[in-house]
């Protein structure tokens, strides 16, 4: 239906409406196929280098247990261990890893040194988590949402906390390509990245979907079907935590601010979570929380981005 083949996955903003529905869609059919006991071997012979500049335990998992249901393999490669630690370019780390390998998954801080890697590489390049962009993440959620609303479109999703991070900026990019609205609150000065969020305002009036940016957390949630939070310190911001502690305690995922929420809305969080902080036990325990849906999602998202992206 649509060519994805040799592509990269950098940002959802790269992708269409039809284009994620069509992952989507594979998650879907992969999803029942692992669950039915269904080999699907699409990928019979494939490997998969994992480039990981920070810490993981979703990403790296689900790519390698996807990689191999999938029947191919994948190469965890620390940058600590491999030569790109020791200075050798992006550049050539691409051109080098082209020739093993089908594909190449990174966990990096900078954004634009992924960008440089897929500029190099002739083989697909897919982001595993940039400081600005968590886009294989929020296919999942895309996922997770459909199985439990039955639709994307016209659906309300609120994202409370740090705006200026990467998961925020990819749901940002992926609910108005779905036609979903989204609210964001976050504290002055944590307001998603401009150019992201014109750029999606310019979508959104494409597929009918707003995007509305607040500080105010009460404005935000109300009426929302979904409910989504995220760390208030990322990876590499740990110097910054006491500081962002006290910036982000009003915007806190909590029982009282969640009443204003639809009666049925779902709560999203990527984890890992810090429970008492961005969000209490009593929500991402409780009857709302689909938070562990959505981190197995992470696997059935990625074997799509991978089928759609490496198979012939
Ligand atoms: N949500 C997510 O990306 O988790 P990991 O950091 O464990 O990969
Ligand atoms: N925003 C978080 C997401 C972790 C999966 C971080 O970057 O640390």
């Known amino acids: 239906k649509y060519q994805l083949k040799s592509k990269d996955f950098l940002q959802l903003a790269d992708f269409s409406t039809g284009e994620i529905h069509y992952l989507l869609e594979v998650a879907q059919q992969l999803k029942a196929e692992q669950k039915q006991g269904i080999p699907h071997p699409y990928l019979t012979g494939k490997v998969l280098g994992m480039i990981f500049e920070k810490s993981s335990t979703r990403t790296r998992v689900s790519f390698e247990v996807g990689m191999l249901q999938l029947g191919g393999h994948a190469i965890f490669l620390s940058s600590k261990d491999i030569q790109l630690g020791r200075g050798e370019s992006i550049a050539d780390t691409a051109k080098v890893l082209s020739r093993y390998i089908d594909g190449i998954m990174i966990r990096a801080y900078s954004h634009e040194s992924v960008e440089e890697l897929a500029a190099h590489a002739t083989v697909p390049v897919i982001n595993g988590l940039t400081d600005l962009q968590h886009p294989a993440q929020v296919l999942a959620d895309l996922l997770t949402?459909?199985?439990h609303k039955g639709k994307l479109a016209g659906l309300k999703l609120c994202y409370i906390g740090d705006g200026n991070n990467n998961v925020a900026h990819s749901l940002i990019e992926g609910a108005v390509k779905v036609g979903m609205d989204i609210n964001i609150a976050s504290p002055p000065g944590y307001l998603p990245n401009g150019i992201i969020t014109e750029k999606a305002i310019a979508a959104g009036?494409?597929?009918?979907?707003?995007?509305?940016?607040?500080n105010d957390p009460i404005r935000a949630i109300k009426n929302a079907d979904v409910v989504v939070t995220d760390v208030w310190t990322s990876m590499g911001q740990e110097e910054e935590a006491a500081k962002r502690l006290k910036v982000f305690t009003p915007y806190q995922v909590n029982e009282e601010l969640c009443q204003q929420a639809n009666a049925d809305f779902i709560f999203l969080h990527c984890l890992?979570?810090?429970?008492?902080?961005?969000?209490?036990?009593?929500?991402?325990?409780?009857?709302?929380?689909?938070v562990f849906d959505e981190a197995e999602n992470r696997l059935h998202a990625q074997k799509a981005i991978l089928k759609l992206l490496l198979a012939e």
């Open 205 to 214: 009036k494409l597929s009918g979907a707003t995007v509305t940016i607040t």
């Open 272 to 290: 890992p979570a810090h429970r008492g902080e961005e969000v209490t036990t009593g929500i991402i325990d409780g009857p709302h929380s689909v």
């Open 145 to 147: 949402i459909l199985e």
